[in-house]
């Protein structure tokens, strides 16, 4: 209910990218991490054809030759041991807006190759991903129209060898991510009036592993009902190994951490209004990496970090 009182933390992040020293344009998203617990981002140098790396320093990791290309969310893959002995320092799998789900794989010398992983006819913008240990991948996407319609976002799946399938069909979907155990899905959906939020809310699903199909819609939260926020977006969504959901709130400066059966923990405010997407990153995989638009200059992305005291998921997994 709105008012109700959560015995909920209230913690700050930390300045880390600022508008001053960012090489990263507005769209910035996609925050990620590798296995060395590097941190990266989209819209490098003002450009959604490339990725940067955030950290330990700011630098170019991947560009698309393809002017049309908007990267948006992405995931790296863990290396098989023979992937490694040919010389693979790195694979990751980006949404591409423009329509497919492109797959970047970065050889030790540095040299990159850029192919596509999956492509369907059905994909609506692919914006963002959550990776799974059997190697599939699922797709959020979403049209961010005037008037929100069903059919402006939805669930997709990619097998590993890049088969697409659509699960489901929403309003405009974005938060993507999948539990430790992998046996939920959760996916954010939202609609818009007159191009203003009027509901945002997080869906959880049972996740058939041996498939890779979902059912058992189940309502996670709905931020109306929870705190009056449905005209706050949310944006990227990550969780640690205890399976705590941390979720972007794009315009709401602000994350908002929940346990797996709904509780809100916490609430990390944060120095930028625009917040898009995080990740936990760092050579524990417990520094929360938080990128937005900057508040104080429009014309720049942003990166906030929050000492966490649990890794995430997705770091985690890479070093098993």
């Known amino acids: 209910m709105i ?17 001053k020293n960012s090489q990263f344009g507005p769209a910035i998203e996609g ?24 950290s330990p320093n700011q630098k170019l990791f991947a560009a698309s030759p393809i002017e049309t290309t908007k990267f948006n969310g992405i995931r790296f893959l863990h290396l098989s041991e023979k992937e ?46 959550a990776l799974s240990e059997t190697g599939r991948i699922y797709i959020s996407g979403q049209n961010f129209s005037n008037n929100t319609e069903i059919g402006d976002g939805g ?14 069909t929403f309003g405009r979907t974005n938060g993507i991510e999948l539990s430790p155990d992998e046996k939920t899905l959760y996916l954010s959906e939202a609609f818009n009036k007159n191009f203003i939020p009027i509901s945002n809310k997080i869906w959880k699903f049972k996740v058939d592993h041996r498939t890779g199909n979902v059912n058992s819609q189940e309502l996670f939260v709905d931020f109306e009902k929870l705190d009056g926020t ?11 190994i205890k399976g705590n959901l941390y979720v972007t709130r794009n315009g709401g400066q602000e994350i908002v951490v929940f346990s797996p059966n709904k ?12 917040a898009s997407n995080l990740e936990f990153a760092g050579d524990k995989g417990k520094t929360l990496f938080i990128v937005g638009r900057c508040t104080d200059n429009g014309t720049k992305g942003c990166v906030d970090t929050f000492e966490n005291e649990i890794p995430g998921k997705a770091f985690t997994l890479l070093n098993r």
């Open 3 to 19: 008012g109700s009182i959560y015995c909920e933390k209230i913690l700050r992040s930390t300045p880390f990218i600022t508008s």
């Open 263 to 274: 509780k809100v923990l916490s609430r990390i405010k944060l120095n930028i209004q625009h």
């Open 155 to 168: 669930l997709w799946v990619c097998q590993p060898d890049g088969r697409a399938t659509r699960l489901k």
């Open 31 to 54: 925050a990620t991490v590798n296995k060395l617990g590097e941190a990266f981002a989209t819209d490098f140098s003002d450009s959604t054809t490339k990725i940067g790396k955030i």
């Open 84 to 129: 490694s002995k040919l010389g693979i320092k790195n694979i990751a799998l980006v949404a591409n807006k423009d329509g497919d789900v492109t797959k970047v794989t970065e050889m030790n010398n540095g040299q990159t190759k850029l192919e596509i992983f999956c492509k369907d006819k059905t994909f609506v913008q692919p914006n963002d991903l």
């Open 230 to 240: 449905q005209a706050v977006d949310i944006d990227g969504m990550r969780v640690d």
